[in-house]
């Protein structure tokens, strides 16, 4: 990464512009054209360097209810379950951990009946019913943006 590439991504962090055109402003703050921007920002993501890029909201703020779930999957059970979480278009993050819960994903809903109406699917659906379904009692708000 050059020094284009670093404002970039700090341009991005914080202080993404909402216009109609954002990458264009992004442009300009940086001395480049719209088009190497977006190649840029195009490399960056094929790269794994930029993950996503999108509004984060409180969901609890606008109503919705979730929660972090781990769940004890036996070995020859894993790709079935992992599967059938990855159906599910509230889950927004899955992933396997070296741990006797061994597959941990993050559920949001409408609703907290709409979560037990996941789990219970998901239960039926795979035969894994040793899940954990850990909802927070309390919310810490961290900045999770690196100045590059």
């Known amino acids: 990464m050059d020094e284009i590439d670093k404002k970039i991504l700090n341009i991005l962090q914080k202080k993404f512009p909402l216009t109609e055109q954002p990458f264009l402003i992004v442009a300009e703050k940086c001395g480049i054209t719209e088009e190497e921007a977006l ?5 960056m993501k094929d790269d794994g360097v930029i993950r ?5 909201f409180d969901g609890a703020k606008l109503g919705r ?5 781990a ?14 979480v ?17 597959v941990w994903f993050t559920v949001n809903a409408a609703s907290p009946q709409e ?5 219970t699917g998901l239960k039926e659906k795979t035969g894994v019913t ?13 900045d999770a943006s690196f100045e590059v």
Do not use: W
């Not at 979560?115 to 789990?119: C, P």
């Not at 040793?130 to 961290?142: E, N, S, Y």
């Open 115 to 119: 979560i037990e109406l996941f789990l």
């Open 130 to 142: 040793d899940i954990l379904d850990m909802r927070a009692v309390r919310t810490f708000k961290i």
């Open 86 to 102: 990855n159906t599910y278009k509230g889950v927004t993050h899955n992933y396997l951990r070296d741990n006797e819960y061994n």
């Open 71 to 84: 769940a004890r999957v036996p070995e020859e059970k894993i790709e079935k379950f992992v599967n059938a």
């Open 52 to 56: 996503r890029i999108g509004a984060v």
């Open 65 to 69: 209810a979730s929660t972090l779930c």
């Open 39 to 43: 190649s840029r920002i195009q490399k």
